[in-house]
């Protein structure tokens, strides 16, 4: 088994990512068609906070432990779900992209999830073995998204969260997005991104608009000033967010910064593209 991701499991970006994933899911759903998800970098599933890993850094006391125990309202419907994983009241159990995917999903919704290193996607076959309506794929995520775009439902969205430890991933990230994209125009995608050196980031956005994506919304939340060095925050890339979602997030950003960073955070919010 291998739970390398879980050192960082619960911390200040998993906490805006998946929060903001499931404030997109709730928004998806409030039409009553089914739902097509693809999470292209899908981790383990699921964490545990008591385990080894977890243990030494215990980054998760400086993200979903604040979050929980100080609920904020636009993150109510978020921390009900993690809440949903730890029924005994103590937090072990950090649920990961998949699991809140999962948890949300309604009869005749799907979830694809690909993950590359063979020993994660085995844990993850053992996780989703009883979730209908959920694959799991051995997969590249770039070849993943090759595969399964544009899907059958015409609606869904994109789950994309690398964990950058290859040099080119902005720029094979911009390439799958622009070419899914032009494959799936009215797909949704969230980005997941982290705030270190400034520039890679950019970048990708510029290769995005370049390559024709509109409708981008970037939401960031710092915990520290940005020094181009350390990790001060993350960020997420929303392509085609669903209806609602901007308004959501102009109260979620304040309330989390609130929380996780009140001297020295920051968070922003614009579209990109635009001045
Ligand atoms: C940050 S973790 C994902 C966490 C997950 N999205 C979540 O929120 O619970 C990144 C995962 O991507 C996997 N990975 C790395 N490169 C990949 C690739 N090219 N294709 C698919 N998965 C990849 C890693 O093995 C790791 O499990």
């Not at 383990?44 to 243990?55: K, M, R």
Request: charged letters at 20%.
């Amino acid at each position: 088994m291998n739970y390398r991701h879980a050192y960082h499991a619960g911390n200040h970006g998993d906490v805006l990512k998946h929060a903001v994933l499931a404030a997109s899911i709730e928004r998806l759903h409030e039409k009553p068609t089914p739902v097509f998800m693809l999470d292209t970098h899908a981790g383990i599933g699921t964490y545990d906070l008591s385990g080894v890993e977890a243990g030494k850094t215990e980054e998760w006391r400086q993200g979903i432990g604040p979050v929980l125990a100080a609920r904020p309202p636009a993150l109510s419907a978020y921390c009900t779900h993690v809440e949903s994983f730890n029924r005994s009241g103590e937090l072990t159990c950090y649920p990961g992209s998949p699991a809140i995917a999962a948890a949300m999903m309604r009869a005749g919704d799907r979830l694809v999830l690909s993950e590359l290193h063979p020993d994660d996607a085995e844990t993850l076959r053992h996780w989703a073995y009883d979730k209908s309506g959920v694959a799991v794929h051995q997969r590249d995520a770039y070849e993943s998204i090759k595969a399964f775009l544009p899907p059958r439902e015409g609606r869904g969205l994109v789950i994309v969260d690398p964990p950058y430890e290859v040099t080119d991933e902005y720029d094979r990230l911009a390439k799958a997005i622009v070419a899914g994209h032009r494959r799936w125009p009215g797909g949704r995608w969230m980005i997941w991104h982290p705030v270190k050196d400034r520039a890679p980031v950019w970048r990708l956005m510029d290769a995005l608009m370049a390559g024709g994506v509109e409708k981008m919304l970037a939401a960031e939340l710092l915990i520290r000033p940005a020094d181009g060095v350390s990790l001060a925050g993350s960020g997420l890339i929303l392509v085609n967010p669903p209806f609602g979602l901007e308004n959501w997030l102009a109260e979620a950003l304040p309330q989390l910064q609130a929380v996780l960073a009140p001297q020295h955070g920051s968070h922003a919010l614009r579209w990109l593209g635009t001045s």
